[in-house]
């Protein structure tokens, strides 16, 4: 199996762009969450979804965070407009059920100048 | 969710046994101790979680306490690359499982040659 996908590893905008970070999941898995690792506030988690539905986007910041899924194989997490604030790691993971083991990706490393 | 202490920091040779405490001490009867690790760049990785008896796999062995309130990850014969920040959590079972992984600041181990 090829683990959770993320693209791109590295992204580097300026202030004021738009973001569009993507994720494959585990094929087979239904829940996908997307996380922000941050040196201030660690990881934490912004959005899940279970079979493509959002079911909890409490830990998205503010209105210039959107996430959605089209169908079980791909996921965004898109910004706009982007601020230096938002430069942090962004992790997707997904799991076979909302109890079980999540499966993280290699995350998108985020700088916003 | 229970909260959980680990120490900040942890060394260890290389090929001795690391033991990476962690202090759950309001943990709830229906609640899970998990165990994840982050290697520098890399996404977070499982590693072992057991509900009250312990539990070992290829990677690690998990000693929780009879009165489960402080839990203590081994892995057998530390190596370089097994330099990572070690995360315990708290994670509780059945419907009160969110989905939500909450991480502390966990407990970085070095492993020395």
């Known amino acids: 199996d090829a683990g959770v996908i993320q693209s791109p590893r590295h992204e580097v905008t300026e202030m004021g762009q738009e973001v569009t970070l993507r994720c494959k999941p585990i094929?087979?898995?239904?829940?996908l969450f997307w996380y922000r690792q941050t040196m201030m506030r660690g990881l934490e988690l912004l959005i899940y979804?279970?079979?493509?539905?959002?079911?909890?986007d409490s830990g998205m910041p503010e209105d210039r965070f959107s996430a959605k899924m089209p169908n079980a194989s791909f996921s965004t997490l898109k910004i706009q407009p982007s601020e230096p604030r938002d430069s942090a790691v962004y992790f997707c993971?997904?799991?076979?059920?909302?109890?079980?083991?999540?499966?993280f990706g290699p995350g998108t490393r985020l700088l916003v100048l | 969710d229970a909260k959980t202490t680990q120490p900040p920091s942890m060394d260890c040779a290389e090929g001795r046994a690391a033991n990476l405490p962690c202090n759950h001490s309001?943990?709830?009867?229906?609640?899970?101790v998990y165990w994840y690790r982050q290697i520098h760049s890399q996404g977070p990785q499982y590693i072992i979680h057991?509900?009250?008896n312990n539990e070992t796999n290829e990677m690690a062995s998990l000693i929780i306490t009879e009165d489960r309130k402080s839990s203590t990850l081994i892995l057998p014969h530390a190596t370089l690359r097994d330099t990572a920040v070690y995360y315990c959590?708290?994670?509780?079972?059945?419907?009160?499982?969110?989905?939500?992984?909450?991480f502390g600041q966990g407990t970085t181990l070095q492993v020395k040659p």
């Open positions: 993971a997904s799991s076979l059920g909302r109890q079980e083991t999540q499966y």
């Open positions: 094929s087979g898995h239904d829940y």
């Open positions: 979804f279970n079979n493509n539905v959002p079911i909890d």
């Open positions: 309001t943990i709830s009867g229906n609640e899970y």
């Open positions: 057991g509900l009250k």
């Open positions: 959590i708290v994670r509780p079972r059945g419907s009160s499982n969110t989905g939500k992984l909450i």
